[in-house]
Nanobody, 124 residues
Framework: QVQLVESGGGLVQAGGSLRLSCAAAGRSISGYAVGWFRQAPGKEREFVAS????????YYAESVTGRFTISRDNAKNMAYLQMNSLKPEDSAVYYC?????????????????WGLGTQVTVSS
């Protein structure tokens, strides 16, 4: 099991950018797929982006394609989500997730380890 801690959330105006970080501890995440999910109040948790263990393969929700970029630095045991051109509808709690069995799935049930989340609020 790996412990995940997200950071980098905050309040930003529409059109702005944020970079979320996910710090892993306890084990190396070099063999883990990593995903980012988000959940807004009253809504279900939804997939945002995922990356294979090497970072070679990445996947994005249609709503963030072209605006968000997932990356990882296995040497630092870190994963990141660069968010550009933010919109009010991007406001949510963002969660980092990892799994060493499943690939970079878009399904939240494919991830065994989760962080506690970081709040992102985009004002109009």
């Amino acid at each position: 099991q790996v412990q995940l801690v997200e950071s980098g959330g905050g309040l930003v105006q529409a059109g702005g950018s944020l970079r979320l970080s996910c710090a892993a501890a306890g084990r190396s995440i070099s063999g883990y797929a990593v995903g980012w999910f988000r959940q807004a109040p009253g809504k279900e948790r939804e997939f945002v982006a995922s990356a294979s263990w090497s970072g070679e393969y990445t996947y994005y929700a249609e709503s963030v394609t072209g605006r968000f970029t997932i990356s990882r630095d296995n040497a630092k045991n870190m994963a990141y989500l660069q968010m550009n051109s933010l919109k009010p509808e991007d406001s949510a709690v963002y969660y980092c997730a990892a799994d060493d069995v499943s690939g970079p799935t878009t399904d939240s049930s494919g991830y065994s380890d989760w962080g506690l989340g970081t709040q992102v609020t985009v004002s109009s």
